[in-house]
């Protein structure tokens, strides 16, 4: 059994009885086989893909470990996507059709995620979204898709109220040619219009495959905003961070960096920006300082001691998206795809990063875990690790900017 685990830290007791066992035979009870659609190659977010495949495998061990689902081992059935959506399209009608996987979830891109997710609605098979922010995913209104990470208006609200906070007059927004960018683009908009309508901002959208922003960036020079942020994801998010400050632009005297997309606990982070990383405010859904149930804390060191990094905010997703699926069929007692949704629609669940549950809102909030915990953190050195950085906006707390740090010009 696992150790310092309550049946509150798990919610409904998912495990209560894994005394059980498996098979009474002596021989293996079948597996309840779950489908990962990730990217392991480019042009896709490789790093990305790592981080939630090895969260949803420290949770099947962890799950695996206590006796399974109603006596059943979870086996985990991965699908490389590259972050392409004809390739997450490819995949979840192979794990479906083919490898006979009960539920999909582990996509981290929402492009990927919303070609994977018809098919998944097609076949009628819960599909449990791991980290694409875009709110078309859950605008389509299907009964098969549940969303346990972040969403693009939690964003949105972040960013509005931090600019607003800031005092930022002029803000301008860099965002890559994908759902996830242009999307989170256009609702920052509307965030602001609507928090703090007395700020100019604009956004300008860059094709995530190129390697030069200078035609983009250099009109900046000469009247630079009070603000850039970042709607970009590696390698490109990287360059252009780069490109920011080679050209005296941002983080500066007279510019914040704002990350939107969550880069800092990229374990090549480091490696590719250097000083330009140095002053950027973070929009964060993990930092060590945060408050947290015992299962996030068991699961990171389970992640540290399998992988010898820290903790990251894609691991605990990943994980809570599988913790969600197993909770859904112990309840259920049943891998029925009408079972199970039903089950997930009243998910109420103490997983790694607080007590989640399922709005059955229309639009974007439906079936979307409207409470997802996030903080702002500035990074205020060269190669510092996400846990010393400053956390300047608790859980549920304003931003506090006298704890901010900039740069001397």
Do not use: C
Not at 8 to 34: E, H
Not at 156 to 170: F, I, N, Q, S, T
Not at 293 to 317: E, M, S
């Amino acid at each position: 059994m696992m150790i310092g685990l309550t049946r509150r830290t798990l919610g409904v007791g998912l495990f209560a009885f894994a005394s059980l066992g498996f098979a009474s035979s002596g021989q293996a009870a079948d597996p309840i086989k779950i489908g990962v659609t990730v990217t392991q190659s480019p042009p896709g977010s490789v790093v990305q893909g790592t981080q939630v495949k090895d969260g949803l495998e420290v949770m099947a061990k962890i799950i695996n470990d206590a006796g399974g689902v109603n006596g059943r081992p979870i086996e985990l059935v991965i699908e490389d996507t590259q972050g392409l959506p004809e390739k997450a399209r490819a995949a979840v009608e192979k794990l479906i059709t083919r490898d006979k996987v009960v539920a999909v979830t582990g996509e981290h891109q929402s492009s990927a995620a919303l070609a994977g997710m018809e098919v998944a609605k097609r076949y009628h098979i819960p599909y449990v979204n791991t980290n694409g922010w875009s709110d078309a995913i859950r605008e389509k209104g299907y009964a098969e898709v549940f969303n346990p990470g972040n969403y693009n208006n939690r964003v949105g609200d972040a960013v509005a109220e931090a600019m607003k906070a800031l005092g930022a007059k002029r803000v301008v927004a860099f965002a890559e040619n994908t759902d996830f960018g242009i999307g989170l683009a256009k609702i920052i908009a509307a965030k602001i219009k609507e928090r703090a309508p007395q700020i100019d901002y604009k956004f300008e959208t860059l094709d995530r495959a190129s390697k030069d922003f200078l035609p983009a960036l250099l009109p900046l020079r000469a009247n630079p905003p009070d603000a850039v942020i970042n709607i970009m994801l590696p390698p490109a998010a990287y360059i252009l961070m780069n490109q920011l400050y080679e050209q005296g632009i941002a983080p500066s005297a007279k510019t914040w960096s704002y990350d939107a997309s969550g880069l800092a606990d990229y374990p090549d982070f480091w490696q590719n920006v250097k000083e330009a990383g140095k002053g950027m405010l973070v929009f964060g859904l993990y930092h060590p300082k945060m408050a947290q149930p015992p299962l996030g804390k068991q699961v990171g060191d389970a992640y540290t001691a399998k992988t010898k990094n820290a903790p990251n905010r894609l691991l605990f997703q990943a994980a809570d998206s599988l913790l969600v699926i197993a909770d859904a069929i112990k309840r259920a007692k049943s891998t029925e795809p009408d079972a199970m949704i039903k089950a997930l629609e009243d998910t109420k669940l103490v997983g790694t990063r607080g007590e989640m549950t399922f709005s059955k809102e229309a639009g974007y909030k439906n079936h979307q875990w409207l409470d997802v915990p996030y903080v702002t953190f500035q990074l205020t050195e060269v190669n510092q690790h996400v846990g010393d950085s400053a956390l300047v906006e608790e859980a549920g707390k304003p931003l506090d900017t006298s704890k901010l740090w900039k740069p001397a010009k």
